[in-house]
């Protein structure tokens, strides 16, 4: 990851708009550093007063500053975050001081990776108003990847919001749905599943499912192909371009576009280029 520049865009629904810039650099003696910022802007709301009179449009966004360094023991990688968030939301302000941090175990021989993670573990510093009380989205996740030896198949597995019992919606009065969630779909909610076939070592093809996604916003009669995403991963020289899409509803889903640039690879090799 030395020397990589990535650019992530996300296009939401109702003209909300998500970004992400990072850089990676390894320091000798002190591990790999990342350093990165988010924006998510959402768009332009019309605003009302409290008795429903508009009062012209708002705009609401969030940025989120971030820093880490990750450490390689032996066959375990271990490292952590620190994030600065701001928020506004209609000219109210809030701000919170975010960490993570995780460990993985990586296979000496084989294709294989165990990792852990906590997630948005913090404090806010300043409320929107004297009487908010804001939540930190706050989460525990545990994954792994396998690749069998002679297949170009990478499978994944990842476990989240794995400090909630139950995510699962369920209305008693059964408004919405007649049965109670059984405990095997409480615990398949937690789940996100993963493939990626590697059709050559530049050309990577990707497929997800989400069961929580699907179960809790598809539509009865057509469920289309709320909880599934996929997506493609092409490199070329320094260069490294990704698309996936993300189906949440029949109304349609979140593509994601992505660009990774090698400045390390890049740079030396022009050097090389300059010095012969």
């Known amino acids: 990851m030395h020397g990589q520049i990535s650019f992530r865009h996300a296009f939401y629904y109702g003209g909300i708009h998500l970004n992400n810039l990072a850089y990676a650099h390894s320091i000798s003696n002190t591990g790999m550093w990342g350093f990165g910022v988010k924006h998510i802007n959402y768009g332009i709301i019309d605003g009302y007063d409290p008795a429903g009179n ?3 449009e708002i705009k609401s966004g969030e940025v989120a500053l971030h820093a880490g360094n990750a450490q390689q023991v032996g066959n375990f990688r271990i490292g952590g975050n620190v994030k600065l968030v701001f928020s506004n939301i209609g000219g109210y302000h809030a701000t919170a001081v975010l960490f993570d941090i995780g460990g993985m175990y990586i296979h000496p021989v084989a294709d294989l990776k165990v990792g852990m993670s906590i997630r948005n573990f913090g404090f806010v510093i300043s409320e929107y108003t004297s009487g908010s ?4 989205p706050f989460d525990v996740q545990i994954g792994t990847s396998y690749k ?3 297949m170009p198949v990478r499978f994944s597995i990842t476990a989240y919001n794995l400090y909630k019992g139950d995510l699962l919606y ?20 937690h789940f996100n599943f993963g493939t990626e076939i590697l059709v050559s070592k530049n050309a990577h093809l990707l497929a997800g499912y989400n069961y929580l996604i699907r179960r809790q916003l598809r539509l009865e009669q057509k469920p289309g192909g709320a909880g599934f995403s996929y997506g493609i991963m092409i490199k070329v020289k320094q260069f490294e371009f990704s698309y996936t899409r993300a189906i949440y509803h029949v109304a349609g889903g979140v593509n994601t576009a992505g660009l990774s640039v090698d400045m390390d ?3 030396s090799k022009k050097k090389v280029i300059k010095e012969e």
């Open 265 to 267: 690879s890049f740079y």
């Open 170 to 189: 369920f209305d008693q009065n059964g408004s919405v749905q007649n049965e109670e969630p059984t405990t095997f779909e409480k615990v398949f909610s």
């Open 133 to 136: 009380n804001s939540d930190i």
């Open 148 to 150: 069998p030896k002679y």
């Open 54 to 56: 508009p009062i012209g």
